[in-house]
């Protein structure tokens, strides 16, 4: 939209301006698309540089006038291809030169020089517009000054006020210009911005972040089969949200159902429905979920907890496209996309013969594996602030901010539950901090606040005496010692956990002689 406000203060059209009314007497109009004056003469402190124009703004309708004016002048500009059209205005033998202003090939005003009359007007037609002007209530005095000063205008002259004008609507156009560009860059900066740690309804500018969004951007337009895996929190199904949602099936429907929270019979008759009297109580013919989302999604939430006969039903659907609903005797024809998701590992339960080998090499054409908010520390903060948003939004409370120390502590904390259990610490926290605008470490979880101390304690068993080596050695052998702890002596997960290699651990904990078999023999 032409800000035409900003445009009248621009310096190149304020200098043109004085140039025209010095050297021909006459006015710049300024009217949007629609024909609506967007200068100042109406303003009863104007300063007028044509007489005849502050003549006619003193007439009782003079405005009127002006406005009929440019009204017709817009109603021509806008259908015209003119670059000039000389307009006979409201006052016999008074003209307006009207040149349009183009935004990206689109009319959006005009510029209009008013007023003035051709060199060839002659007397008697001077006569008759001052015999119009007193009619319309100008004093005969008025009327006698305004035709005397009204500027004749030459044919050279004409084309000065061409050139002149044109510059001005140029200048239009390219001010708008300009700002459309500044806000397009400023848009994409904030896009970007947005964007980079943004996918769907994720959130996250970590490396392992990052990396899963490359991957969803890659399989966007894929109709493959999903398996996502990860702790329960980490958003398993945001992910499923923002593949659907990217993918071709994004104008259908996407369904979830969480396969752990049904028994076997229930999560038949869920997914794939049934019909009137199969069991006791199946009153009438019920859809299940894959005759629901027929040309969508649909996602399996903790596909790790369905029986072996229920993996026999899914990778049917699966391979041939059918399903049997509970006490039907014909099948029928399903196409939907999978996208299953498990904190579990599958691998390990097929190794049991607890989950079918060819199911889950059906369902794992793409992996996705979500990090737990603990391996992506870097996401806390934007997770914190986000959160924090939306529940005060929610709310309508002020937006409040985090203590330093509070934001140390949350910092602090691992995360057991993810994302989920960060989530509603900030809804509680907002809820206790009530009208405060500052969040401090009273109001966090009693676990928050014990992690924190329990690291303290743990810390004074290091002796901050003698040489740096020595201090750095002692908190290098209370890690391996915990972490042996907490893996079980897993080394390799306790490797990854600490970020070194495995054979820098193993050599570590021979030093250390922190081996529990070394111990035990």
């Known amino acids: 939209m032409m800000n035409w406000q900003d445009i009248k203060k621009l310096h190149v059209v304020s200098k043109l301006e004085g140039i025209l009314g010095k050297w021909f007497d006459v006015d710049l109009v ?10 100042e003469h109406l303003s009863k402190t104007y300063a007028f540089r044509s007489h005849f124009m502050k003549v006619q703004m003193q007439m009782p309708y003079g405005h009127e006038f002006l406005q009929q004016d440019m009204e017709k002048i817009t109603e021509h500009m806008a259908e015209a291809k003119d670059e000039m059209w000389i307009y006979d205005s409201y006052f016999k033998g008074v003209k307006a030169a009207c040149f349009p202003v183009k935004i990206e090939g689109e009319f959006a005003g005009t510029v209009v020089v008013y007023p003035f009359v051709m060199d060839t007007m ?6 008759d517009l001052k015999k119009q002007m007193i009619e319309c209530q100008a004093t005969a005095a008025d009327a ?5 000063k009204v500027k004749k205008m030459w044919p050279r002259e004409m084309e000065y006020t061409r050139e002149l004008v044109s510059l001005v609507a140029e200048e239009v156009s390219t001010y708008h210009d300009e700002i459309i560009k500044r806000e397009n860059q400023i848009h994409a900066l904030s896009s970007e911005v947005g964007e980079k740690y943004r996918y769907h309804t994720m959130i996250g500018k970590s490396k392992k972040m990052q990396q899963i969004y490359a991957l969803l951007e890659k399989i966007s337009n894929s109709e493959s089969s999903v398996m996502i895996q990860g702790e329960n929190g980490t958003g398993k199904e945001l992910v499923a949200k923002a593949i659907h949602f990217y993918s071709p099936r994004k104008e259908r429907l996407f369904l979830a159902v969480n396969c752990s929270a049904f028994n076997d019979n229930l999560l038949d008759s869920e997914l794939f429905g049934h019909v ?11 859809k299940g979920l894959f005759e629901t989302a027929d040309g969508g999604t649909l996602f399996l939430d903790e596909i790790g907890d369905t029986s072996l006969s229920m993996q026999v039903k899914l990778l049917r659907v699966l391979q041939e496209g059918t399903y049997l609903p509970v006490g039907a ?3 029928k024809k399903a196409d939907v996309r999978i996208i299953a998701a498990t904190n579990k590992n599958l691998k390990e339960m097929m190794a049991k013969g607890e989950f079918r080998e060819d199911l889950y090499y059906r369902i794992n054409v793409i992996n996705v594996n979500l990090p737990g908010l603990k391996d992506r520390h870097e996401d806390i903060p934007l997770l914190m602030d986000y959160f924090l948003k939306k529940r005060c939004d929610e709310s309508g409370k002020p937006m409040k901010t985090f203590a330093k120390k509070t934001m140390e502590k949350m910092l602090d904390y691992p995360w057991p539950g993810n994302v989920r259990e960060l989530e509603n610490e900030i809804e509680r926290l907002v809820v206790l901090a009530g009208d405060d605008k500052m969040i401090t470490p009273e109001h966090l979880s009693q676990r928050i606040l014990d ?8 810390f004074k068993g290091i002796n901050t005496q ?3 080596q020595d201090a750095v050695e002692q908190l290098e052998m209370m890690m391996i010692r915990e972490g042996l702890k907490r893996c079980n002596f897993n080394k390799s997960k306790l490797a990854k956990e600490l970020d070194v290699s495995r054979a820098s651990l193993i050599m570590k904990v021979e030093k250390y002689g922190l081996d529990k078999r ?3 023999a």
């Open 329 to 331: 005797s014909s099948p």
């Open 518 to 520: 070394a111990k035990a």
């Open 30 to 39: 300024f009217a949007d698309s629609y024909g609506k004056l967007q200068s």
């Open 144 to 148: 006698a000054s305004a035709c005397e």
């Open 276 to 286: 009137k009297g199969a069991f006791t109580g199946a009153v009438k013919d019920k």
């Open 466 to 468: 003698g040489t740096m």
């Open 122 to 127: 002659t007397s008697s037609e001077f006569e």
């Open 451 to 458: 992690h924190g101390a329990s690291n303290e304690v743990a």
